[in-house]
């Protein structure tokens, strides 16, 4: 059956998610202002529940419920009844429109129709993991690996949102499988792999939504089940997730701190993570002003690399693995940080934005990007270079509003304060630049990545008493 609340929306072709979440907190908003209602204002919709309204299944909540009524005119009941029949035309002469009103271009038609296919996937899978009585047999384990290795390599390459609602799904089925306390030794080892794979994730999704406190639970969540698993790689590697999260964060001490308790844990690793490891540090170091430590820091990088060994965290690539370009990044933006300005760092600049300027190389990283573009303007602006500072930055504030995420705006921020110091700063053309840096800060992806997923943050389950783990 095809419902009113489904034709509306092909009608007025908001089928995708992120345009339909749009609409319906700006109608929230609305009607949080015309009934002075602020517990309506941060209302939103997470892209599962919108699948199910958009397929006919499920029913609003009493709050959601009054945004569809101010969205569209109609009562839930009545969204969620069958499509009116189109009238009949008065006579042969006369043309109905309503088929062609109602009707979507193909190009939409076939990604309701991919959304649909993916709906079923999902709930054949959900099946198939009740029927195996929440033991994880090789189906469902095989499901959650495939799932942690497509969310990691698309991570770095759209928006959070497009993503957040998968991990969401994902961390829940695997913490349900570790609280049945019916999983084999082996399996829950597997399995606490994988949830800590999955904080991780969820980790840097509230940081990119910036949420540091919620990122610093699922990173504290992540350390716990890296510990059940007993994978050396993956403690370091959220060692140096709490040292990301620090950093962004404005607190580059601690940032300094989970860098090097991250580089003691892996001092039996030989993946990509202890050289990721050495580059925070130089970057924290960097950031509280101590030269001397960033450039040891960098120079340990540079060594580690050489001696650098695949683990399976570098096989699944994304986040977890550090490859080169990165590091390139990460040693100017050291280099930044410590007010340094030189054409040989204006060069090194231009080489780590080089580096992330080939879409389809598999590191590339729109975020990285972006920070390498900062650094790029700073260096420059460092040099007195106004001109080259505003072409550096041009392409960050071209970037839509879902990818602004925290990282990304922070960067930009170093730029705007450093225009407000130097020979420029009183220049009409870095006036404008500041104005647009502003601008571009103000409207950001920037959101509750509880509010967005529709579900709670949650912590790893305790292992089982009688776990060997």
Not at 76 to 91: F, H, K, M, T, Y
Not at 149 to 169: E, F, S
Not at 205 to 223: I, N, T
Not at 414 to 434: F, I
């Amino acid at each position: 059956m095809r419902t009113l609340l489904r034709a509306l929306v092909d009608q007025r072709e908001w089928q995708a998610y992120d345009v339909f979440r749009l609409h319906f907190e700006r109608a929230a908003s609305e009607l949080a202002k015309s009934e002075n209602n602020p517990s309506l204002a941060g209302l939103s919709v997470s892209d599962s529940t919108y699948q199910r309204w958009y397929y006919g299944s499920g029913r609003p909540h009493p709050g959601s419920r009054r945004v569809l009524r101010h969205l569209f005119g109609y009562s839930v009941d009545e969204l969620w009844a069958e499509e009116p029949a189109p009238a009949c035309p008065a006579d042969e002469g006369s043309t109905s429109t309503h088929t062609e009103s109602w009707a979507a271009p193909d190009t939409h038609v076939r990604r309701r129709i991919g959304q649909h296919v993916a709906a079923a996937a999902r709930q054949a899978m959900e099946f198939a993991v009740n029927a195996e009585h929440c033991v994880a047999g090789p189906e469902t384990l095989g499901y959650l690996q495939s799932e942690v290795r497509r969310i990691t390599q698309m991570y770095n390459r759209v928006p959070v949102a497009d993503i957040l609602d998968d991990l969401t799904h994902m961390q829940a089925m695997t913490f349900r499988l570790l609280e049945s306390g019916r999983t084999k030794p082996s399996q829950a080892r597997d399995l606490y792999l994988l949830a800590a794979l999955q904080a991780g994730m969820l980790a840097k999704a509230s940081h990119d939504l910036g949420d540091p406190q919620s990122a610093m639970l699922q990173a504290r969540a992540a350390a716990v089940c890296a510990d059940q698993a007993e994978h050396q790689a993956m403690r370091a590697w959220v060692r140096g997730l709490q040292s990301g999260i620090s950093y962004w964060a404005d607190r580059p001490d601690d940032a300094l701190r989970y860098a090097r308790e991250g580089t003691a844990k892996a001092a039996d690793v030989r993946g990509s993570v202890t050289v990721w490891l050495a580059a925070q540090e130089a970057r924290a170091a960097a950031r509280v002003g101590d030269a001397e430590t960033a450039h040891a820091a960098c120079c340990r990088a540079e060594e580690l690399r050489e001696h650098t060994a695949p683990d399976d965290l570098d096989d699944l690539g994304g986040n977890f693995v550090f490859p080169q370009i990165r590091q390139t990044y990460f040693a100017v933006e050291a280099s930044v940080l410590l007010g340094s300005g030189s054409e040989a760092l204006v060069r090194r600049a231009e080489e780590a934005v080089r580096g992330f300027s080939d879409t389809d190389n598999p590191h590339w990283s729109f975020g990285a990007e972006a920070g390498c573009r900062s650094n790029l303007a700073l260096a420059r602006l460092y040099t007195g270079d106004l001109e080259g500072t505003t072409e550096a930055v041009q392409p960050i504030l071209d970037l839509p509003l879902n990818r602004r995420n925290a990282g990304i705006v922070s960067s930009v921020n170093r730029v705007r304060t450093s225009l407000k110091s130097g020979p420029a700063r009183n220049a009409r053309a870095a006036d404008e630049l500041r104005e647009q840096l502003a601008a571009f800060s103000t409207h950001s992806a920037l959101i509750d990545p509880r509010q967005a997923s529709g579900q709670p943050l949650r912590l790893p389950p305790r292992p089982a008493r009688h776990s060997t783990l």
